[in-house]
């Protein structure tokens, strides 16, 4: 079945760049995408990519997506301490109704 | 757009007691999913319904759970009789049909004791 794979923990200092990997198995996923979870919150989506492409920016985050290796990676540049949160990569495929299969989640604790 | 909205925020009850989850979709989108998160298994998508029909319901952990979609604007997630072992956030989302992202509510925090 599918599964989707992401290291739990990131810790980083504030203004560094930082980078959230993630790792699927599905080779007909459709669309990748990378949500955000602050405490005692929802899932708030960040953003999310096409799998015929292999990049995309939107500000301070950048998408790569390496399909041959099942790979998801969201950088964050210039990273503050109010990106402290959990974030989630999730993987969908067309023809299953815009069900999301999602990883367990990284934990990104930023230090000052 | 007021978003997903799930109510009550917090549940808390006693094993054995029925419980009800309420979800109003964003207007519009005819696609609902119910997930429950929980620190040793993650997000589990539970049941997902696309214009008011019940489409996968694989992820019901048992016949304790049952979900009902009676309009395009409100779901519900029962769980009858409750267990600790329920104790969760359950989460309702919704997305217009295809592959457009799912936008989440804030939650129901269930404690079962």
């Known amino acids: 079945g599918e599964d989707v794979e992401q290291s739990l923990f990131l810790s980083v200092r504030e203004g560094d760049s930082s980078v959230i990997n993630c790792t699927y198995t599905d080779s007909s996923s459709t669309y990748l995408y990378w949500y955000k979870q602050e405490p005692g919150a929802g899932l708030q989506l960040l953003t999310y990519i096409f799998s015929n492409m292999d990049m995309k920016q939107d500000q301070r985050l950048t998408v790569l997506l390496n399909k041959k290796d099942k790979h998801l990676s969201l950088r964050i540049a210039d990273t503050q301490t109010g990106d402290s949160a959990i974030y989630f990569c999730a993987e969908s495929t067309y023809n299953q109704g815009g069900k999301l299969i999602f990883g367990q989640g990284t934990e990104l604790s930023v230090k000052p | 757009d007021a978003g997903v909205i799930q109510s009550p925020r917090h549940e808390v009850t006693e094993m054995g007691q029925e419980v009800t989850l309420r979800c109003k979709p964003i207007s519009g989108h005819n696609s609902l999913f119910w997930y429950r998160q929980t620190m040793m298994r993650g997000l589990e998508l539970l049941i997902y319904?696309?214009?008011?029909?019940?489409?996968?319901d694989s992820g019901m952990p048992e016949d304790r759970f049952s979900a009902k979609m009676p309009n395009a604007s409100f779901s519900t997630l029962k769980i009858q009789p409750s267990e600790p072992r329920d104790s969760a956030v359950y989460f309702c989302?919704?997305?217009?049909?295809?592959?457009?992202?799912?936008?989440f509510g804030n939650g129901t925090r269930l404690t079962v004791t």
């Open positions: 989302a919704s997305t217009s049909q295809g592959n457009s992202p799912l936008h």
């Open positions: 319904f696309n214009n008011n029909v019940p489409i996968d």
